[in-house]
């Protein structure tokens, strides 16, 4: 089991920026494909991006919400995965969850929640207009 603790979430405006960074511990946590999602208000949890374990592979949400404007990245030595938010706008306004692939060492990045067996607790982010 991988232990994840998100921070980095607050108050911007629109146009803004923030970076996530999600700290991982555990025995494999160095070995894990690694994602966020989303969860807006009453709404579903969403898949937003993920990175590979050796971070030379990522996965973006289809969708055009955040390609181009948000990035994910890992640093192995530090045992973070972080997710750089560019030109934010309201509608990005969530808690958003790091989350951990249930396999070290696994070939494939998931891109949906049921490929992901570890979560953090969730860092709220509010994008005001």
């Known amino acids: 089991q991988v232990q994840l603790v998100e921070s980095g979430g607050g108050l911007v405006q629109a146009g803004g920026s923030l970076r996530l960074s999600c700290a991982a511990s555990?025995?494999?946590?160095?070995?894990?494909?690694m994602g966020w999602f989303r969860q807006a208000p009453g709404k579903e949890r969403n898949f937003v991006a993920a990175?590979?374990?050796?971070?030379?592979?990522?996965?973006?949400a289809d969708s055009d919400s955040v390609k181009g404007r948000f990035t994910i990245s890992r640093d192995n030595a530090k045992n973070t995965v972080y997710l750089q938010m560019n030109s934010l706008k309201p509608e990005d306004t969530a808690v958003y969850y790091c989350?951990?692939?249930?396999?070290?060492?696994?070939?494939?990045?998931?891109?949906?929640?049921?490929?992901?067996?570890?979560w953090g607790q969730g860092t709220q982010v509010t994008v005001s207009s």
């Open positions: 989350a951990a692939d249930r396999f070290p060492y696994s070939s494939s990045l998931p891109g949906t929640s049921s490929g992901f067996g570890s």
């Open positions: 990175i590979s374990w050796s971070g030379g592979s990522t996965l973006y």
């Open positions: 555990g025995r494999t946590s160095g070995s894990i494909n």
